[in-house]
């Protein structure tokens, strides 16, 4: 799993649609029930336009800071496929935003195309500053996959970085997205895939590193990660010989996913 994103954990409200295409929503925080209509309806609409009857999940997350974006995100499952979209925006419109960010992420699906890069809907959350603490440790079962397979896992999923383990070299390893489309950093091997895979259908040409991924304990990561303002950080840590991917949250704090 994996992605740059909130860290933010909804647990409190719960609301369901009563008709059409099932849409559930988890609140958290200051969402006041406008917000929760407009999120049913919005994507209610999305989900008949493209012919899906859900379900759908969406998650609002408002701080205390009426100032402060909301946090929306949405996972829609279809056939055993999972989509998902992340955004943040105003109070009153990052709903809207959501839904016309999934829109567009289920017509490129049904063309076969991929995300452009940069986004600009979703800057990376990249600011220099003094070190932050980690907050969060999510610890995942990493799929074992292809780097093609784990960039369409990236796009489906909206995130920003992916952390599995590489199916050609059995060692942890990162794809994400740049500026000339995706690259994929491995723990240690610098080499091309040492053997040629089927592209997956829409997406980018994939763009390996020639340096393996630093070996940080997690304190030095974060204090690398925030001082050249870096929105996330893969590395391997010299004690599990694993690797980390360490990212900023929306609050500025940061969280690290681990394997399990």
Not at 97 to 105: H, K, N, S
Request: glycine content about 6%.
């Amino acid at each position: 799993m994996q992605m740059v994103s909130s860290g933010l954990r909804f647990a409190s409200d719960q609301w369901t649609a009563a008709a059409g295409p099932e849409v559930a929503v988890t609140t958290r925080g200051e969402v006041s029930a406008m917000d929760v209509t407009r999120a049913v309806r919005a994507i209610t609409r999305v989900l008949r336009r493209h012919h899906l009857d859900g379900p759908a999940r969406v998650r609002l997350g408002a701080p205390p800071d009426p100032e402060a974006p909301t946090v929306v995100q949405v996972d829609v499952h279809h056939r055993d496929v999972v989509t998902r979209v992340q955004v943040t925006g105003p109070r009153g419109f990052a709903v809207t935003f959501a839904a016309e960010r999934l829109d567009r992420r289920l017509a490129r699906s049904a063309a076969g195309e991929t995300r452009t890069w940069p986004d600009p809907a979703r800057p990376p959350l990249a600011r220099a500053g003094a070190p932050r603490p980690i907050v969060r440790r999510k610890r995942c079962v990493l799929s074992v996959c292809t780097p093609a397979e784990a960039v369409a896992v990236l796009d489906a999923m909206d995130y920003d970085a992916h952390l599995f383990i590489d199916a050609e070299t059995g060692a942890d390893a990162v794809v994400h997205w740049a500026e000339a489309g995706v690259r994929l950093v491995r723990q240690w091997a610098t080499y091309p895939p040492i053997r040629s895979t089927e592209p997956v259908r829409g997406t980018p040409p994939i763009l390996a590193d020639a340096a393996p991924a630093a070996c940080l304990d997690p304190a030095e990561a974060a204090n690398i990660l925030c001082h050249k303002g870096l929105p996330f950080l893969f590395c391997t840590d010299p004690g599990s010989g694993r690797g980390g991917l360490l990212y900023r949250r929306h609050d500025g704090d940061l969280a690290i996913v681990l394997p399990a």
